[in-house]
């Protein structure tokens, strides 16, 4: 029996999993590739040419010449995997050749399934092949059994490479992806991250064969008598004194470890939420790896943020222009822009810079901040709305300044913007301040690179706008006078009368319209909720003594009970429909699932509703919603309130 | 499978025309009395040392390439060829302009007519050229053998047996582009639209009048691995020579232009095979025949990045052995070559088996 298992945990497509090829059970990510060590590597072969001397299972290219007879059908075991056959280079035709490789390969299914199940074989998805063509083609071959598709990278990361990354979006969740062709180390962190579960190590021999040493940034060309850099691998230990016949068995083994290592560290990456950060670092690898991310970022961009959790890292480095984009990141600008609703009590809006010490109200300069809101707008402060500037998230209401990754992000802080953050901090300031009333006064209390966004989208606003820091830094006793005489003016001109302060129901509401949509603040707190606690702490939401939500500073997320999750279930979203009239267990599996909101990340809040149709639970999400429907086995959900009874 | 091979050969027919595009337009028009080349060059001739003239006639071009299936995949012979056919006093002319470069040459001699395409076709030569042309090496008792080269649907009883009758006792080779001797390998990576048994009844033909064959055996298709490529030219020189051809000529692809092979080199999907698979095809070739059929190998562009290459270091000294070898037959030379590369080669032969990504 072969067959692919996902298991718990995201980054992006990137996931773990189990290849079960017999007996053997080969944990992915994994590497694939000609060698046998005791490395966790499945070996590959060619039928009747190359069969791997390895007892382990290992895959099986199956060339498009042979008419495989039955004493060759012996080489085959009943663990193997087979490569179906296909021609290289094929699909360069054009015209549907793409397609009838696939085509072809479906023949060849039906020839062979008489004798090898259909989950050991994997298709080899053609250079170039229209999406329609790909996508029937997958429905068919995954009514079969197969589970397993590869795709070819020439090494170039142009368009070919770009190619087969965002065809790979096209495979059904369950499927195994196999990266095959020249694929050098420095791309692995990448190609893991956009959901290749088994990559080809082929490289490290093509290299050692042209006495090249890989490193995970580029290649060191090994000649006799030079200088070489060092390496702490066994095999290069005796570099120096090697004679030329070991030396390309040397240089394998040292391929090899890179291989591994880089693999190994992609998956701490993974297991800690840094693995888009992982793969920013390559883009330094080259200007290659630079435009490829880019490309993907903008070309597989729903595909990457549909699988990228809505909780990460406690600490987020973005650290250059590859993180404008990044899913966590564009999806924060998106959210607030669509979902972020400013109170209507609000009668100034005021700009701040952001801190480097995050949240930001735990800075030094943001307490001065709001200080000297304080002393001057006392008992009507709830008045104001305090919006945050920073890059690359645009910015960050104060409200949600614990939400991630605004409460983690870390940005080198230099006070000089691109062009390119500045415009998408100014187009997010545009967006944000027109959902306010026209007679609110925005005071700018900003300077350096903050004042350009502000300056930038100053002709797009049409509130008035006072400035209040352009000579001197923010924090500076100037500007913080300049911004304290403001204020106290403003209370009398605009006649500002006292008010109770808002902040916990402005938390609450803030965050579960960015959490589950708009509206759904109102829905959870209503006008007769009763909020308790502390905004650093926790915050727990009542309606009629009974608890509906609470909030939780740590992770700047709100957790529902089962109150809150009826209240909130006629919105419509974040629901998974199960096949059974309630839970049992602490998790719900996705065999378990009959439909699931496709809005579901990893790591939502969602609601449960049983085949009735009826709220039965709330818990967190562990996949994505496509994938609850699409999957047979895996943890879907962690519950955490259920009905109880049965 | 039948359904989707027709499909697969039809979108390579289509691609050959494309490839082909306005090149059949383009050709220059050339002097319809010159031969496009003539070269002579030393040879063996039986067991003497004798002088080769080979001709290559100006003619309109292969048939195949002309029409509607657009030619063979590697195949720009058709751009040699002139924009009209030459007559068949044209044709005659070529032929003596040729012919002068022996005027003071000795016996023994060897003629090889090339044409680009078929010397057989009577479309393409006159059959008044082509008497007159054989007629008047029956008549030069210097010439002691003659190659003819085309295609199989030519080579008929009739068309034989004027060859032989006209020749008398001369020894007579058929060159044919066998190319492979897999009709999957010959119809999609190439295009040639004959199969074996064509190839098969023109040996026999041949044979009848004790005609020999010389196979031209395609190294490297397109569409094809490495080690694909080299297995399938080791097979079709087993079978050729099973076949009783009585000579072997091995081609490794070159990339031609405005054939479909260059369209994919541009495009990094294709390689001209390593000269270590050329040693490897005829050193199985030499040890198949054990010495009994002539192999031959005059690699075209060799060493360059359009011609069967390998790292650029050693392709000097493999292309003199592969030189070497089909004048003398000794396998020998191939013994003593060593490279870097050969691990390199090693690695294309596994890795594009299993990835199907042409190592350029
Ligand atoms: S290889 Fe021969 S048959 Fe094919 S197109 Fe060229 S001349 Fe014609
Ligand atoms: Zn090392
Ligand atoms: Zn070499």
Redesign the pocket.
Known sequence: MTEFRIGRGHDGPARIGEYIMGTEVYTTPILTGPIFTENPIIPYGTIGRVTSNSLKPCFLAYPFELQIDESEKEGIRETDSILLPSLPSFSALGDGAGALMLKHQMDALDELQTTIEPTRMVIRIPDEIDQEALTSSLTDFHSKGVRAAAFVFDGLLGDQDLNSIVQRKHLPMSWLALALGRITPGTIPLLYYVGFDIIDIGHACEAAAKHQRLWHNGTESIQSGQQYRYCPCASCQTLQDIDSSQLVDALLNHNVNIYVSILSESQNAMASGRLRWLVESTTHNSPAHASALRRIDRNAYSFIEEFTPSTGASNLPLIGPESYNAPAVRRFREYIASRYKPPTYKKIALLLPCSARKPYSDSKSHRRFLETIETSFSSATSQIAQIILTSPLGLVPRELERMFPAASYDIPVTGEWDREETNLAADALITHLNKFASDVVIIAHVSGGYLDIVRTAESRISQSIIYTSVDASPTSWESREALQETLIDLKDILSIKPSRPQELEEIIRSTADFQFGPGAGEVLVPENARLTGKSYRQILCRVDREQICSFVADTGLLSLTLDGARLLAPLNRYWVRLDAPSVKGGSIFAVGVREADVAIRPGDEVIILNDQGEVTAAGRSEMSGREMCELDRGRAVSVRHKLEGD | MDLIYGQIRDAVRHASVRARGESIERRRSKSPTKPSAAWTAPCRIGSSQGTALSIVLSSI??T??RSEEG??T??S??LDGASRNPTAEEFFLQFQTAMRKLEKVGAPLSIKIYT???FLDPDEIPVDSRYQILKTISEDDRIKEVVLES?PEFVTEAVITEVRELLGNRSVELGI?LESSSDFVRSICIN?NFNLDSFRESVVVGKRHDIGTRAYVLLKPPFMTERSALLDAQKTVTDAISLGTTTISLNPVNVQRNTLVESLWEKGKYRPPWLWSVVEVLRHAYSVSGGAVNIVCDPVAAGKNRGTHNCGNCDSSIVDSIRTFSLNQDVSVFDDLNCECRELWNHVLEHEDVSLQIHT
Request: proline fraction near 0%.
């Open positions: 071009g292969c195949h390439a030619g063979c590697m195949c012979y058709l680009s395409g078929s295609r582009g040639k």
